[in-house]
């Protein structure tokens, strides 16, 4: 089956520090690529997307690049800030199949605790 | 502002009893799912639902119920039956009847507590 395999957490680090989270991914057919970030007590957002190889997705700093080589898409920033400290989860979803069961599959999530 | 609204944020029950989450959207979205997330995990997927009058168990259904009579609501009742209800449960949401480049919208949550 499908699965999403993430580095586990907590990741520290201190501000203005590089960060890499990184992702991989198994699947059976052609899959979009997600980040979403969990802010303490909230849901998930959405981070970022990528839905064919080599595609570059990118917000508020944050970029991951789609990897079909690799089956990865880790999760990359050049200078975090404490207000990034969150859990963030990669997840994938296979294209072609476009009907509301067609499932999203989640990593287990990585804690980031950026300390000024 | 669009979006998802889980009530309440904190809950808690005595075991034994049947619980109802709330989960409200007034983003026009076709389809709903609701997860639940222990502490240290990823998320699971309870049930999910595409139109109004029907829904799909998901991976971790039993001890769970749900209904879908209007499309902006889905509420999730944990009954008795679920032998380990305490966790973090999320409601989502995705337009276009599920189309594979739509993001899930989340709530905010609601924090079930069993004791």
């Known amino acids: 089956g499908d699965s999403v395999t993430q580095m586990e957490g907590p990741v520290t680090l201190s501000e203005e520090a590089f960060l890499t989270i990184n992702c991989t991914y198994t699947a059976t057919g052609y899959p979009s690529l997600f980040w979403y970030v969990q802010y303490p007590g909230e849901g998930l957002q959405l981070l970022l997307k990528a839905t064919k190889a080599d595609d570059k997705g990118s917000n508020k700093g944050f970029e991951a690049t789609y990897r079909k080589e690799t089956t990865s898409f880790h999760l990359e920033k050049g200078s975090v800030q404490v207000s990034d400290s969150a859990v963030y989860f990669c997840a994938l979803i296979l294209r072609g199949n476009n009907n509301a069961g067609n499932m999203l599959t989640f990593g287990g999530g990585t804690r980031l605790m950026v300390k000024p | 502002d669009g979006g998802i609204t889980q009530s309440p944020k904190y809950l808690f029950r005595k075991e034994g009893q049947n619980v109802t989450l709330s989960c409200e959207q007034n983003?026009?979205?076709?389809?709903m799912y609701w997860y639940r997330q222990d502490p240290g995990q990823g998320l699971r997927l309870i049930y999910y639902?595409?139109?109004?009058?029907?829904?799909q168990k998901g991976d971790i259904a039993e001890g769970y119920s749900v209904s879908r009579e209007k499309k902006e609501s889905f509420p999730l009742t944990v009954t008795s039956a679920q032998k380990n209800p305490t966790a973090f449960y999320l409601c989502?949401?995705?337009?276009?009847?599920?189309?594979?480049?739509?993001?899930?919208?989340f709530g905010n949550g609601t924090r079930l507590t069993v004791t």
């Open positions: 639902s595409q139109i109004v009058n029907d829904f």
């Open positions: 989502a949401s995705r337009s276009g009847g599920g189309s594979y480049n739509s993001p899930l919208h």
């Open positions: 983003l026009n979205h076709d389809a």
